[in-house]
């Protein structure tokens, strides 16, 4: 399974999320503040890092900014606060998930095994390289760079994997349930919410190209670039 890093400055959460997390096969590690989560990372390799908001000396954001900037590993974070506006911020930072207090351990570990399983499978996957080129937008799937008008476009990963999705299935309508099944996995335990809040972000990435995507009322969304 995989190694994962819990920070989190209550002993309580650590260890519940460590009991659950050894029963499904991981291997764990705990750290109580974010300055101690990213000495560990530099020093040792994890799979995932579940990750508290709020925490002494440095904030959950702060600490998965540090992390990401040096090591491409996947980060779940935790926060008691669930509006839009700290979704949104979390995934600006890069998390692939966000699950707010309190939760349910056995749906944490769900949304841990999917984490795992599709960053495991992007970077096993070997393919060709593949460039798609539309007006000013340039995306390219193997190195996961967005190009607008020139201009590099720095996504959260799941803006990569909605938008890739979306052009590989361009002109295809595409249901809130498919891209939820397909974008976040079949297991995938999450609400709507969480596909909103990524359509939104990927819209203002692309600038003026968010013309290429359009709203299909009661349904879901096509591209049609």
Known sequence: ???????????????????????????????ADGMEAVKMCDAEDFDL???????????????CKLIKSKKDISVIMLSARGEEYDRIHGFETGVDDYVVK??????????VNVVISRHSKKT??????EVYEKEGLKVDFTSRSVLVDGK???MTPKEYDLLFFFIKNKGIALTREKLINE?????????????????????????????????LRGMGYRFEA
């Open 124 to 129: 096993t996957d070997s393919t060709q390289h």
């Open 1 to 31: 399974m995989g190694r994962i890093l819990v920070v989190d400055d209550e002993e309580k959460i650590r260890l519940i999320i460590r009991k659950y997390g050894e029963f499904e096969g991981h291997e764990i590690k705990e750290a």
């Open 183 to 215: 974008v976040w996995g079949y297991d995938y335990y999450g609400d709507d919410r969480t596909l909103d809040t990524h359509i939104k972000l990927l819209r203002s990435s692309l600038g003026e190209y968010r013309k290429f995507l359009t709203t």
């Open 152 to 154: 590099t476009v720095n």
């Open 102 to 111: 309190p939760f349910s351990p056995k749906e944490l570990m769900m949304r």
């Open 49 to 63: 890092v579940i990750l508290d908001v709020m925490m002494p000396e440095l904030d959950g954001f702060s600490t």
